[in-house]
């Protein structure tokens, strides 16, 4: 996610993060909202992946993991 820094899955904060996230998403097998992802043009990090930003209904998933202190700013 741009603009962020999470821990690492295979960390128990990793996985707090994670579960966070589908959380602030509102996924389940059942129910999948719909949400905006705005990939970041030309940028990839260091390991390749495309970096993006999530906006659902209207708030910004990325900063609101920071906001609940699940991942801390970081731009490359």
Known sequence: ????????LTTEAG???RAHLIG???WTPEARP??????IKDRTEKYGRILVTIILAGRDI???MVAD????RYLP
């Open 1 to 8: 996610m741009y603009g962020i820094n999470a821990p690492e």
């Open 15 to 17: 996985k707090a993060a």
């Open 24 to 26: 602030l998403l509102g």
């Open 34 to 39: 719909q949400v905006v992802v705005t990939t």
């Open 62 to 64: 990325n900063a609101a």
């Open 69 to 72: 202190g699940h991942a801390v």
